[in-house]
T-cell receptor, first 113, second 112 residues
Framework: SQTIHQWPATLVQPVGSPLSLECTVEGTSNPNLYWYRQAAGRGLQLLFYSVGIGQISSEVPQNLSASRPQDRQFILSSKKLLLSDSGFYLC????????????FGEGSRLTVL | GDSVTQMEGPVTLSEEAFLTINCTYTATGYPSLFWYVQYPGEGLQLLLKATKADDKGSNKGFEATYRKETTSFHLEKGSVQVSDSAVYFCALSAYGNNRLAFGKGNQVVVIP
């Protein structure tokens, strides 16, 4: 069966520090991968998605970047965190076919102080 | 752009009560519509979906009907249980590649 892992689960970082959140998927190949963010009082916002290794699409301009160095690995990064980067980050995967079904990880809560 | 609006605020109700969570959408085309649920300590998971007008999605006693004339996809359950306590998200897919636009979510608390 397929599983998705995200880490770390909780992170507290000072403003201006770097960020790296990792996500890996097991039990499937060539998935679509997604990073979503949920900020306080707001819905889930799609940040990045990827349909293959090295292929990253950004949905909103921001202080973050994403990379997909391997088929089942998706990394969210920042060189210098802002207070506004605080939130709950969710990684998800889907099959290539457009079914609308996403499989989510348990999320990473980031607090920037 | 395409978006989803959910009713404001958490929902608190007693066990066996009727649950309705409102969801309306704005889309230029004919999107597919979804309800996702997030149980405490877990990731989101798909609850039900509908891909065209007048379709009814159903699962675990929950239902939602795709209403094109009112651009709505309200979630209902006739008799809730404590185990239904969770956050419920309405979403639409209009862009391909499984890119979903989500609503803000509604916290549902069912009291014994």
């Amino acid at each position: 069966s397929q599983t998705i892992h995200q880490w770390p689960a909780t992170l507290v970082q000072p403003v201006g520090s770097p960020l790296s959140l990792e996500c890996t998927v097991e039990g499937t190949s060539n998935p679509n991968l997604y990073w979503y963010r949920q900020a306080a009082g707001r819905g889930l916002q799609l940040l990045f998605y990827s349909v293959g290794i090295g292929q990253i699409s950004s949905e909103v301009p921001q202080n973050l970047s994403a990379s997909r160095p391997q088929d089942r690995q998706f990394i969210l990064s920042s060189k210098k965190l802002l207070l506004s980067d605080s939130g709950f980050y969710l990684c998800a995967w889907s099959v290539q076919m457009n079914t609308g079904e996403l499989f989510f990880g348990e999320g990473s809560r980031l607090t920037v102080l | 752009g395409d978006s989803v609006t959910q009713m404001e605020g958490p929902v608190t109700l007693s066990e066996e009560a009727f649950l309705t969570i409102n969801c309306t959408y704005t889309a230029t085309g004919y999107p597919s519509l979804f309800w996702y649920v997030q149980y405490p300590g877990e990731g989101l998971q798909l609850l039900l979906k509908a891909t065209k007008a007048d379709d009814k999605g159903s699962n675990k006693g929950f239902e939602a009907t795709y209403r094109k004339e009112t651009t709505s996809f309200h979630l209902e359950k006739g008799s809730v249980q404590v185990s239904d306590s969770a956050v419920y998200f309405c979403a639409l897919s209009a862009y391909g590649n499984n890119r979903l636009a989500f609503g803000k979510g509604n916290q549902v608390v069912v009291i014994p």
